[in-house]
C-alpha cells in the first residue's frame, strides 16, 4: 500500500454507484494498493478524516445531513470527486424537486419518523453546493471508468521522482 488516502460515501444516492466501484472484483486490488481507503460505507469508520486526498461522492444533496456531509468533505478532502449522475446533476434523485418538498413529505412520511433528516427544498448536484473537482458520470458509471479516473488521480498525486 502506497499513495493516497482515499475516501468514498454516499448522500441521497442509491448505493448503485458504489455496487459499480464493487464489481471491479479482482481489479479493485490493484487500485487498492495504490492508497489507503481510510472511509468508506464498505468500512466501519464512523468519523469522516481529516486530510484525505480524493473523497468520491455518491449521490445528490437532498436534506441538511447531506449539506452539512458535503462541506465537511470539502474541508477535509484535496480532491472531490462526483461519482454518478445523481451526484453530477441530481438524475434520479431529484426527480422529486418538480412536486416541492412539502407534497413529498406528506405523501411518503406521513408524519415524518422522529429524527428524519430534515429535507432541503429542492434536491442538488454536488456541486451546486460545494465546488468539486472532478465528475465521473453514468447511472452508475462503469467499474472501469472508476477504476480509470481514480487511478489517473492517484497518479497525479504522486511525488514525481
Ligand atoms: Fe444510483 Fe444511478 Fe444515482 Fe448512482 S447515479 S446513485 S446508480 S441512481
Redesign the pocket.
Known sequence: MSGGRLATIWLS?????HMSLLNLHERLLPLLERCQLVYSPLMDIKEFPDAVDITLV??AVGNHENRAMAELIRRHSRIVVSL???AANG???ALRNPCGRTPVLETVYSPPPPGAAELEERVMPLHRIIMVDAFITG??PEPDRIAAAVGELLEKLAPSS
Open positions: 444516492g442509491c448505493s448503485g454507484c455518491e449521490g454518478g449522475d445523481c438524475n434520479v434523485s447511472c452508475p
